[in-house]
């Protein structure tokens, strides 16, 4: 399994931003620009949350059973993959998520006077951080999971 590249986050970023950005300016010259929904910075919150609860427990759990403790919960690697696989699919919905409300969030800039406006960009802010966090608990989740490096490569097998 590849590890998630930053850069790649970045560019679903830019990308959603600008295209959302575009999009909010010729919606709003058509018609009335969708509002930005209270709920997406909690669900957001939540599969931040739900991520960084599932790494710590891994990370617990890998430290018992390194640590040999009588009765240590092992990591099943099946369980471990399919966490990754979650972490990794939820930072990339997050990256484009973020951009997609920052691009509205920068479009919203331009008319913070407007109470409803003003409101409609903190929600986009607040959505934006809370799919920073689940970015960062995505990759804080894949570096829990990250099998140790062999350190015998390049070496010849001992007879």
Known sequence: MKQLRLKVLAG???????LSWGGARL??????????????PIVLAVIAVVLTATALSIRARLKA???RRPGAKGVEPLMAARAVV????????????????????????????VPARRDQALYAAAAVVAAFAVIAAALFLERVCKLPE??????APAT
């Open 150 to 155: 062999d350190d015998d490569k390049g070496h």
């Open 86 to 113: 979650f972490g990794q699919a939820s930072a990339l919905v997050a990256a484009l998520v973020a951009g997609l409300y920052g691009g509205v969030g920068v479009f919203l800039l331009g008319s913070l006077d």
């Open 27 to 40: 919606w709003d010259a058509v018609g009335t620009l969708p509002s930005v929904p209270l709920a997406a």
């Open 65 to 67: 059973q390194r640590e």
């Open 12 to 18: 679903l970023f830019l990308v959603a931003g600008i």
